[in-house]
């Protein structure tokens, strides 16, 4: 009988369940952490997946179900779980006689929560091993509310045959405090997911037609790209040149493009700003023979970025300033418009940077350049653009004092949201259980009006600051938002807690209005503004 043989994929998934499978008999624990590598964690929510899907060679005897219903409190969150449970079950077809629930819903506290889940068990348990529960909130408001019901579930005795699980990443161990403060109660899995070693692994084991010499480019260029991620450059570059090597004997443009822009990127891991440069404009260089002009311009653009990214990074802001402007250039022939805004955007900035004042009239330039490469574009596309940077950018050269405290109210504002959160959810915990549909009502009523007020008082705060600072600024901020929405502000949007349109949100006083001019007129004010702002000897007498 043949023996089939796993692919490198397959020989984690094993690994993942055998690990799951020892992990899971430790009977003390209540809650289990899987803990990998940040970007790598998408075999660990496959092997979640395959536990929904009965009979894989991967299943464990366990009955898996996956929570993404969002945290907001502790109340909302216990009857949103056992909700989005009953769901389930009642559109799934179990064997046996039908479980009667109806007397352990709702569930506003996680004991009425567990005991909703023990009584499954009773009625449903001999179908599985363990019941384990995977909760990954889509969103969650607070992370220390959350992790404090984590905590709270800990304390709260469970059954023997119910498994919690949550995942975190190596890079942001966020569930480590739960683990010092439960170590007893929960269970850490640590697992080495390396998704660019089993790219080498995969590669390595899969047959090739390509011939000899795109095997092997392929494994040079795969370690460099592994050597690249995993911050470990030695012998990199040797790596990378013969990667290099291998291309220019079979004509490969492309991929020698992509080979001298890796190895930038091991010179620029190594702070080697000149040899970082030199292989980016090698990789400019190679671009030019690629007979394809679309993927010739593509490849060219692309390492004049990171041509003016190395330059940059390496403060010779001159010589940034002049890359990006090229590279905004090549971006306007392919067309790229949103590089096109980041090129001249980021040109501007450098300008700004190198401080040479002979030079304010082209960062005048680059920045109305950009700007009107951003108001062509749909307004959805606009937003997803780094077009509202080219505001930011200014509003801190007029007044940098103003936007940190408009970058500090956004904080306040969410801050303020938690506290709110848990003066609710203490109050609500004395209530008797189980508690009425007006006491729920009552708390959803006060916790909505209690979040609205504190927007609309940050909001109302907001608009305070900007009607204190010079008219410039609130000349950008007007320009802004004729572009974005009539709310917009620097930095970080302060986002309705109830996501009302904003259509519909209450009048504020000292307000600061979209600009009230004709459309065609915005960029030619805009374009004074900017001047007037960046030229000294056009800004005298300007109030902060």
Excluded at 60 to 89: G, K, M, S, V
Excluded at 299 to 306: D, N, R
Aim: hydrophobic share 40%.
């Amino acid at each position: 009988m043949a023996v089939e043989i796993k692919n490198p994929v397959e020989r984690k998934i094993a690994e993942i369940e055998q690990r799951w499978l020892e992990a899971s008999s430790n009977a003390d624990a209540r809650l289990f952490i899987w803990r990998v590598p940040q970007e790598s964690d998408r075999l660990i929510h496959g092997f979640f997946a395959l536990q929904q899907q009965p009979d894989n060679e991967y299943s464990t005897q366990d009955l898996f179900i996956n929570f993404q219903e969002p945290y907001e409190i502790a109340y909302q969150y216990c009857h949103a779980i056992e909700q989005a449970f009953i769901e389930r079950y009642e559109s799934t077809d179990i064997e046996g006689e039908k479980w009667a629930y109806s007397s352990l819903a709702p569930c506003y506290r996680f004991t009425e929560l567990n005991a909703l889940l023990e009584s499954f068990i009773a009625h449903h348990g001999q179908f599985f091993r363990y019941l384990t529960i995977v909760l990954m909130p889509g969103q969650i408001s607070q992370i220390n509310a959350f992790t404090t019901w984590l905590g709270e579930c800990l304390a709260t005795p469970v059954a023997d045959r119910i498994r919690f699980v949550v995942t975190d990443t190596t890079e942001e161990q966020v569930w480590q405090p739960l683990i010092d403060d439960h170590l007893k109660l929960t269970h850490l899995i640590e697992i080495n997911i390396d998704e660019m070693e089993l790219m080498r692994q995969i590669l390595n084991e899969s047959p090739t037609t390509d011939g000899v010499d795109m095997l092997r480019f392929r494994q040079l260029m795969v370690d460099t790209f592994i050597g690249l991620s995993n911050g470990n450059t030695s012998q990199l570059g040797v790596r990378a040149q013969k990667a290099i090597d291998i291309a220019a004997k079979n004509n490969w443009f492309d991929q020698q493009v992509v080979m001298y822009s890796m190895l930038a990127g091991v010179y620029l891991k190594n702070a080697d700003i000149p040899d970082a440069v030199k292989n980016y404009r090698l990789a400019q260089q190679a671009a030019t023979n690629i007979p394809l002009e679309p993927q010739q311009l593509l490849l060219q653009t692309q390492s004049l970025f990171g041509e003016a990214g190395a330059w940059f990074m390496g403060k010779e802001y001159l010589h940034a300033s002049e890359a990006y402007y090229s590279a905004a250039l090549l971006a306007q022939k392919l067309p790229q418009p949103l590089w096109v805004i980041e090129g001249y955007r980021v040109s501007g900035f450098s300008l700004l940077e190198a401080n040479v004042n002979e030079r304010l009239n082209e960062v005048v330039d680059r920045y109305y350049h950009a700007f009107m490469a951003g108001i062509a574009l749909p307004a959805d596309e606009r937003m997803q653009s780094t077009f509202m940077f080219i505001f930011q950018d200014i509003m801190r050269l007029v007044d940098n004092s103003c936007v940190e405290k408009l970058v500090q109210l956004a904080e306040v504002y969410y801050q303020r949201q938690g506290e709110i959160i848990s003066s609710i959810e203490e109050r609500q915990k004395s209530l008797n259980y189980p508690p009425s549909a007006s006491q729920i009502a009552q708390y959803d009523d006060e916790l909505e009006q209690q979040m609205v007020k504190l927007f609309y008082l940050v909001l109302q705060a907001r608009e305070d600051l900007i009607a204190q600072a010079g008219e410039s600024f609130k000349q950008l901020i007007s320009i802004a938002r004729f572009y974005s929405h009539p709310y917009w502000s620097v930095h970080q949007d302060i986002v309705h807690p109830f996501d009302e349109p904003k259509e519909e949100w209450l009048p504020l006083t000292d307000y600061t209005p979209t600009i009230e001019i004709e459309d065609d007129d915005v960029p030619e004010a805009f374009y004074t503004l900017l001047k007037h702002i960046i030229i000294p000897d056009k800004n005298q007498g300007e109030a902060a």
